[in-house]
């Protein structure tokens, strides 16, 4: 079977939502029963998002497989409601090491090494192996960056090759582009796109359809004038409005004919009738549309001044509250501002830490752990404020002087916190975590056993510290209940404190694995506690 791809290019600026609109149009090809999965290309040097500040870059995304990714994988397990491998982020240092090292093995046989066809040739091997392993009808292949910029030429090089050897009943371009609104009255400007289809045009390639976002609905007037200076047919120009919710993009593509539009041109016949499918899913995005009662959460972290450093926390207490036909707002608290004290946390139902490395802001989280285990406030802290919660609980009720991870300071007495043993001899930075899905064993008559409703649980993991065992029975005296564990009882995973209202921490992060329609169990159970 030969798969079909759809290769996604984006103009004019980044941060239109091309993630967005990738992860919409394979949701709608998946709701009509295609086998569809998404490639995202980022065409800078890192190796993979992990050592990339989420302030800068939004948060990273960690896969099954361990892969630590950019965050649009995130959006697209969420809108496929499917598991994708660390393979499908790909990235130029992944090429280039991959292509200097066949070179240093002499596998290129004396031939001079060169971007076009060596570079260029790799990259298309990458994407026809992930199509052809997984057999796959529809691939959909984001370029990240913007049409013009220098680092996703050899991409858009490979893609435009591809293109030719498939031919175009297998290959579609969409270029994602922006149509900006100046005036009060509203003019559509269409001059960004006609350049960014210009510049796409001079390396090659001619995009089939177009996604304009815009703020209001693209007039008639607009897309026709796009389409004649694009050379894209009036009906392949689609509109890419704002809507209350990024789940209800695929159905405003749907409204305008995309997938009609889509099977034409792959010459795809007998449709197969999805209505079920389309039921489920919205009803899935109707129930995050509910206007029903507020739950307030605090989230407290450091990486406060760009919302996408947390969006999958984010995504999954939304998931968590349309499931209880609720609706939460959060307001996100900089762990740095929290120093002297915590008391404006005290209008909140419920606090969530989420992850976080290093030692700026730490100090207010751990207030905020204490103060929410003193106030009986319900607590769900993740990774870092699992690990900040064990402080706050050991600082102020085992009576361990200066308690602290050995992250934040590695002389301290009381190392409750301390770096995994397999960390000791690693040097390297990159890649080198505690990371991806590890399988937990859950203590019966716990909280944890009621929230998953099981002995066993995988989860995924991004940590080098954990919780130091030699304090176990210091804390376990004290009231603390450690219900998960993993590696035959070598690691601490949840800890819960039984005589507070909700108080859970969890070494893994259950945000990964939460989805539209399916909440991940721990937020289910905090939301609901929240509310209540
Ligand atoms: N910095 C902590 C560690 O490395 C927590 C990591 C996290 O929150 N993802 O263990």
Same mark, same amino acid.
């Given at each position: 079977?030969?798969?079909?791809?759809?290769?996604?290019?984006?103009? !004019?600026?980044?941060?239109?939502?091309?993630?967005?609109?990738?992860?919409?149009?394979?949701?709608?090809?998946?709701?009509?029963?295609?086998?569809?999965?998404?490639?995202?290309?980022d065409?800078?040097?890192?190796?993979?998002?992990?050592?990339?500040?989420?302030?800068?870059?939004?948060?990273?995304?960690?896969? &099954?497989?361990?892969?630590?990714?950019?965050?649009?994988?995130?959006?697209?397990?969420?809108?496929?409601?499917?598991?994708?491998?660390?393979?499908?982020?790909?990235?130029?240092?992944?090429?280039?090491?991959?292509?200097?090292?066949?070179?240093?093995?002499? %596998?290129?046989?004396? +031939?001079?090494?060169?971007?076009?066809?060596?570079?260029?040739d790799?990259?298309? *091997?990458?994407?026809?192996?992930? +199509?052809?392993?997984?057999?796959?009808d529809?691939?959909?292949?984001?370029?990240?960056g913007?049409?013009?910029?220098?680092?996703?030429?050899?991409?858009?090089?490979?893609?435009?090759?591809?293109?030719?050897?498939?031919?175009?009943?297998?290959?579609?371009?969409?270029h994602?582009?922006?149509?900006?609104?100046?005036?009060?009255?509203?003019?559509?400007?269409?001059?960004?796109?006609?350049?960014? !289809?210009?510049?796409?045009?001079?390396?090659?390639?001619?995009?089939?359809?177009?996604?304009v976002?815009?703020?209001q609905?693209?007039? %008639?007037?607009?897309?026709?004038?796009?389409?004649?200076?694009?050379?894209?047919?009036?009906?392949?120009?689609?509109?890419?409005?704002?809507?209350?919710?990024?789940?209800?993009?695929?159905?405003?593509?749907?409204?305008?004919?995309?997938?009609?539009?889509?099977?034409?041109?792959?010459?795809?016949?007998?449709?197969i009738?999805?209505?079920?499918?389309?039921?489920?899913?919205?009803?899935?995005?109707?129930?995050?549309?509910?206007?029903a009662?507020?739950?307030?959460? +605090?989230?407290?972290?450091?990486?406060?001044?760009?919302?996408?450093?947390? !969006?999958?926390?984010?995504?999954?207490?939304?998931?968590?509250?349309a499931?209880?036909?609720?609706?939460v707002?959060?307001?996100?608290?900089?762990?740095?501002?929290? *120093?002297?004290?915590?008391?404006?946390?005290? &209008?909140?139902?419920?606090?969530l830490?989420?992850?976080?490395?290093?030692?700026?802001?730490?100090?207010?989280?751990i207030?905020? +752990?204490?103060?929410?285990?003193?106030?009986?406030?319900?607590?769900?802290?993740?990774?870092?404020?699992?690990?900040?919660?064990?402080?706050?609980?050991?600082?102020?009720?085992?009576?361990?002087?200066?308690?602290?991870?050995?992250?934040?300071?590695?002389?301290?007495?009381?190392?409750?916190?301390?770096?995994?043993?397999?960390?000791?001899?690693?040097?390297?930075?990159?890649?080198?975590?505690?990371?991806?899905?590890?399988?937990?064993?859950?203590?019966?008559?716990?909280?944890?056993?009621?929230?998953?409703?099981?002995?066993?649980? *995988?989860?995924?993991?991004?940590?080098?510290?954990?919780?130091?065992?030699?304090?176990?029975?210091?804390?376990?005296?004290?009231g603390?209940?450690?219900?998960?564990?993993?590696?035959?009882?070598?690691?601490?995973?949840?800890l819960?404190?039984?005589?507070?209202?909700?108080?859970?921490? !969890?070494?893994?992060?259950?945000?990964?694995?939460?989805?539209?329609?399916?909440?991940?169990?721990?937020?289910?159970?905090?939301?609901?506690?929240?509310?209540?």
């Amino acid at each position: 079977m030969q798969t079909k791809f759809i290769f996604i290019t984006g103009g !004019v600026m980044s941060g239109l939502g091309k993630g967005v609109i990738s992860s919409s149009i394979a949701k709608l090809l998946q709701l009509t029963d295609q086998k569809v999965s998404c490639v995202k290309i980022d065409p800078y040097l890192n190796y993979d998002a992990g050592t990339m500040n989420p302030i800068a870059h939004g948060e990273v995304f960690v896969t &099954e497989d361990g892969g630590e990714c950019d965050m649009d994988i995130g959006n697209y397990e969420r809108f496929l409601n499917q598991d994708i491998p660390k393979s499908h982020n790909i990235t130029t240092a992944q090429i280039y090491s991959r292509v200097i090292e066949a070179e240093r093995k002499g %596998e290129y046989l004396g +031939a001079c090494v060169q971007i076009i066809p060596h570079i260029t040739d790799e990259i298309k *091997n990458r994407i026809r192996n992930i +199509a052809q392993d997984e057999n796959l009808d529809i691939l959909l292949v984001e370029c990240g960056g913007t049409v013009g910029d220098i680092e996703s030429l050899p991409f858009l090089e490979a893609l435009r090759q591809i293109r030719a050897e498939d031919g175009q009943e297998n290959v579609i371009f969409i270029h994602v582009t922006l149509v900006p609104s100046l005036d009060v009255v509203g003019e559509q400007k269409t001059k960004p796109t006609q350049h960014s !289809v210009q510049e796409l045009r001079r390396i090659g390639i001619q995009p089939d359809l177009l996604a304009v976002r815009c703020v209001q609905p693209l007039l %008639e007037k607009t897309k026709k004038k796009i389409s004649m200076f694009t050379n894209v047919s009036i009906k392949d120009v689609f509109s890419c409005h704002d809507v209350k919710s990024i789940f209800m993009v695929p159905q405003i593509l749907y409204d305008q004919g995309l997938v009609d539009t889509v099977f034409k041109k792959f010459a795809k016949v007998g449709l197969i009738n999805a209505s079920a499918n389309w039921d489920k899913w919205n009803s899935i995005v109707d129930s995050l549309q509910k206007p029903a009662d507020i739950v307030k959460i +605090a989230m407290v972290g450091k990486y406060v001044t760009l919302a996408d450093s947390y !969006v999958s926390v984010n995504q999954a207490l939304k998931h968590a509250a349309a499931s209880i036909s609720k609706n939460v707002s959060i307001d996100l608290i900089d762990s740095d501002t929290l *120093n002297g004290d915590s008391k404006k946390l005290a &209008e909140y139902d419920g606090i969530l830490v989420p992850g976080g490395f290093g030692i700026r802001g730490s100090e207010g989280i751990i207030k905020t +752990a204490n103060f929410a285990r003193e106030k009986n406030i319900p607590y769900l802290g993740i990774c870092f404020g699992f690990q900040l919660a064990v402080i706050a609980f050991g600082r102020h009720v085992s009576g361990l002087n200066n308690a602290n991870s050995a992250e934040i300071d590695p002389k301290t007495e009381n190392p409750v916190i301390d770096l995994l043993p397999e960390q000791k001899s690693v040097s390297n930075m990159g890649g080198s975590l505690r990371l991806g899905a590890n399988e937990i064993k859950i203590k019966d008559n716990s909280l944890a056993f009621k929230i998953y409703n099981s002995s066993i649980i *995988n989860k995924r993991h991004r940590h080098r510290y954990e919780f130091n065992k030699k304090y176990l029975d210091t804390y376990i005296e004290k009231g603390m209940v450690f219900s998960g564990e993993s590696d035959n009882g070598k690691r601490m995973e949840i800890l819960e404190i039984p005589s507070h209202k909700f108080f859970l921490g !969890v070494q893994y992060h259950p945000e990964f694995n939460s989805r539209p329609g399916f909440p991940e169990e721990s937020f289910k159970a905090f939301v609901s506690a929240a509310s209540s």
